[in-house]
């Protein structure tokens, strides 16, 4: 389910970092899930590692690859669960109560989720959808699709950075 959608064409990595910037600014993200859509290499992971950054994660930020989930805290505030998911490699939907993931999806906290499709029919209503599209022209189709009220108010500051051009 969609409520409400928001586009922005994204010319290179500083203005994805924006986008990131906006969204670590708005206190609900911190008991958020969102879920990041787009072929390989489109762009999701780095989106991810913007966040983090943004939001005050220190270190290296590795990606989940076969672990499937990356946990990552902020010093400032080590109660704040935040998980990066990559689903690509999940295969056996027994995995999702052996591995904990429903459980940490009940948990409050940040849940960044990327390949969401491959946990289908698992992984609860996000609140927010970030669908990446690289275009021919090297530029990148954004759109940002919220599935909750939650999702809503993190379309706000997204809303500033809005695409005019369409
Ligand atoms: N917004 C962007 N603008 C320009 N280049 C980008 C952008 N996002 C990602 N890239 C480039 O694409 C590469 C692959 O991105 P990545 O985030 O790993 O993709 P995905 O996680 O979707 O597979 C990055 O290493 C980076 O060089
Ligand atoms: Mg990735």
Not at 14 to 26: K, M, S, V, Y
Not at 76 to 91: A, E, K, N, S, T
Not at 104 to 127: I, N, R, T, Y
Request: negative net charge.
């Amino acid at each position: 389910m969609i409520l409400e959608t928001c586009h922005q064409t994204w010319a290179d990595e500083a203005d994805c970092e924006r986008a990131a910037q906006a969204l670590a600014g708005t206190p609900p993200i911190r008991d958020a899930c969102i879920t990041l859509h787009g072929t390989l290499g489109v762009g999701k992971t780095t989106f991810v590692r913007h966040l983090l950054r943004a939001l005050g994660v220190q270190g290296r930020i590795r990606s989940p690859s076969y672990a499937i989930v990356e946990p990552h805290e902020l010093p400032d505030c080590p109660d704040l669960g935040i998980w990066h998911f990559d689903f690509y490699r999940f295969g056996d939907p027994r995995e999702w109560e052996d591995a904990g993931f429903r459980d940490l999806f009940a948990s409050p906290g940040l849940k960044l989720v990327e390949w969401p499709d491959k946990a289908e029919g698992l992984l609860p209503q996000p609140d927010l959808a970030l669908v990446l599209d690289l275009q021919a022209d090297g530029l990148r189709r954004v759109t940002w699709q919220a599935g909750t009220a939650r999702g809503r108010e993190l379309l706000q500051p997204l809303r500033s950075l809005q695409d005019h051009r369409h």
